[in-house]
């Protein structure tokens, strides 16, 4: 099936033009260098080396006729070639291989636009949180045993965003999120709750919003301590210190 997203379309368009007028510009500054009265830029092979340091910074030479000569040289936009690339702006192709009665076309675009929570979990495991590698292991089964391990731990990690979310900048509401969006194509945006938490960095009853790290750090301050009073025949006792109030909460 055949998608098209128009912020996606309008942003290449957006991007491409100001490409093409910053190439249009630098190359309009060789010019005169050929065309001065002392010391002008001559030689094919000199004025194709400053030609082609403008192109490949810009990556706009599939859109330009270049003629260089000896002693200058002139471009011409392909606008032909450009209407074309336009034509196809915010277009992509997904397929699949379920049949359409399991799997309808607006549902196979959630499950492409689903993707995105997969590759987040693969950041998460290789980098981010988990960090997978290095592998400091030497046998196999070990090597199975650690990345199922970092699976399990990852598998904790997302069911107990999910049951934080309130708490967490993480989008609490998904339903009022989905709702937003007229066309399963357009851009993803938060709900207004989510929008709330991350202009405000509080949550509805005004404690600070967290990461899960953040979240994670406040718990750490949790200590239980062993209180010796001075005082003599005074016994010993154990004082839990208190962690900071949305930490509290979790708790309870």
């Known amino acids: 099936m055949v998608c098209r997203n128009p912020l996606l379309a309008a942003e290449r368009f957006r991007k491409r033009q100001e ?69 196809l702006d915010g277009i992509y192709v997904i397929r699949t291989s379920l049949p359409p009665e399991k799997l309808d076309a607006e549902g196979a675009v959630k499950s492409y636009k689903g993707l995105s929570a997969v590759e987040r979990a693969f950041r998460c495991s290789k980098a981010v949180d988990l960090k997978v590698r290095p592998i400091h292991h030497r046998l196999e089964h070990r090597d199975r045993a650690h990345v199922f391990l970092c699976m399990l731990a990852y598998d904790l990690e997302w069911h107990t965003c999910r049951a934080l979310s309130p708490i967490l900048f993480d989008d609490d509401d998904p339903v009022a999120a989905e709702a937003q969006r007229d066309s399963v194509v357009e851009l993803a945006q938060g709900s207004p709750s989510a929008q709330q938490k991350a202009l405000s960095k509080r949550t509805k009853e005004h404690l600070p919003a967290h990461s899960f790290r953040t979240l994670l750090k406040d718990l750490a301050t949790i200590s239980k301590n062993l209180v010796k009073p001075r005082l003599k025949n005074a016994p010993s006792f154990e004082k839990t210190t208190l962690p900071p109030s949305c930490s509290r909460r979790l708790l309870n």
Do not use: C, W
């Open 19 to 87: 490409l093409l007028v910053a190439t249009q510009k630098e190359l309009d500054k060789i010019l005169p260098a050929t065309q001065r009265e002392k010391r002008a830029l001559k030689g094919k092979a000199r004025i194709a080396l400053k030609v082609g340091k403008v192109m490949n910074k810009f990556k706009m030479a599939k859109h330009f006729h270049l003629s260089i000569g000896e002693t200058g040289f002139s471009y011409q936009l392909k606008k032909d070639h450009i209407a074309k690339e336009a034509a």
